[in-house]
C-alpha cells in the first residue's frame, strides 16, 4: 500500500481496485457494510492503514480514509471526518480508531 496520495477519490480509486471494495460506515459497536447488510463489532476487524486529507479552503472538508479488514475476510473503507465527532461509539471501536503516526 502506498504512504500517499494526492486526494480522497485517487485513494479510493486505487484501493478499490487492491480489493478494498466495501463501503463502511461507522456504527455503536463497529462498522457495517449496507451492500451486504451486515455488521462488525470493533473486536470482528482491524484498522489496516489510514490516509489523512485536509481541505486545501475550507477546514470542514478535512477526513480521514480508514483501511479495514475484517476477521472474515471482507475488506473496505470508511471515510470519515477528523475524530469522528457527533457519533457515539464503544470504547472498542474509538480505540480502533485511535491511530497516531507512530504506528
Known sequence: MRNSYSSLSVAIENLQNKGYEQDFN????????????????????????????EGMSNPDDNSILYVIETHDGTKGLLVDSYGAKGHYMSPQMIQKLKITHEK
Open 26 to 53: 461507522l456504527v455503536e459497536e463497529g462498522v457495517e457494510s449496507k451492500s451486504l447488510k451486515r455488521k462488525w463489532k470493533a473486536g470482528d476487524l482491524e484498522v489496516v492503514k489510514f490516509y489523512r486529507f
